[in-house]
């Protein structure tokens, strides 16, 4: 198997390189990590862990044309979701989905440019979308399902038959209960249990979690078409009805 060359966007969260190493390690893949790319200029000559910033994300359009790459981003879904968007409209296709060789794959499946860290364990029937970040030790139960470009932080718990909708973001070591539903860009805070479906673009926290606040920003309206609008709220009402079966 030939050396896949592979360059990491954001140079913020060192845990990649760890990663990265791990796989090559275990024999799985085999990455050359290039380095990495990342639009802030303070960074770029700098090195993170012996790894160069090498300049910003044009870079992946010329000169490193045709590497892999990886998104290193999580500062919010927002922000994550803009950087892939960033990155397909400069022709990056190579985007593989990079995952831990401690965690079992079997009887799940994953898109592309989702990144899962150490010790996640994923239930049978779980699908996870694409560019989706699972720090360490999360966990995803039977048949839940994951949508596109949601955070998992560490030690999150997803019960069994629970969906997250897309740019959801579920802070450490949140806990969400069986069969409900996180709605698109919610934000369930650290240390937070969801006992009921979370509405989408809200923000919810404590034991047993309360719906603090309903975002209506421009964020919002940029991150869902009326199509995908339309269809999210089908999926829900159909969740719905299944439930009930
Ligand atoms: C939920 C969250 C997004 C709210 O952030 P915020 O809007 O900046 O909120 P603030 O820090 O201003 O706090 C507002 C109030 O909510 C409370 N609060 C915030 N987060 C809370 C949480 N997770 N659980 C319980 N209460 C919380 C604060 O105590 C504060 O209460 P007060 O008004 O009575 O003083 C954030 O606190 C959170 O949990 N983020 C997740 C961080 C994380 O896990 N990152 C992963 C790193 S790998």
């Known amino acids: 198997m030939g050396r896949t060359q592979i360059v990491i966007v954001g140079a913020t969260a060192p845990e990649i390189i760890k990663l990265l190493e791990a796989i090559n390690k275990a024999g799985v893949d085999e990455y050359e990590v290039l380095g990495f790319v990342d639009d802030d200029q303070n960074k770029h000559g700098q090195f993170l862990f012996n790894y160069p910033v090498l300049g910003g994300t044009a870079l992946l359009a010329n000169k490193l044309r045709g590497c892999a790459a990886i998104n290193n981003v999580a500062k919010t879904s927002e922000v994550r979701s803009n950087v892939l968007r960033k990155l397909r ?130 964020e919002k309206k940029s991150s869902m078409t009326p199509l995908n609008r339309q269809r999210e709220e089908l999926n829900e009402a159909s969740q719905k009805i299944l439930q009930r079966i």
């Open 89 to 218: 409209n400069i022709g990056v296709t190579n985007l593989p989905p990079i995952v831990h060789p401690s965690v079992d794959l079997r009887h799940t499946s994953i898109g592309p440019a989702t990144v899962i860290h150490e010790g996640c364990v994923l239930g049978p029937g779980v699908s996870i979308g694409e560019n989706c970040l699972l720090s360490f030790r999360a966990t995803i139960a039977h048949e839940s399902s994951v949508g596109n470009g949601v955070i998992i932080s560490p030690g999150v718990i997803v019960n069994g038959r629970v969906r997250i909708q897309d740019g959801a973001f579920l802070g450490a070591g949140a806990v969400i209960l069986p069969y409900c539903t996180v709605g698109a860009w919610s934000v369930v805070g650290a240390g937070s249990t969801a006992i009921r479906d979370v509405p989408h673009h809200s923000t919810v926290f404590g034991v047993p979690g309360r719906v603090v606040q309903v975002r209506d920003d421009a």
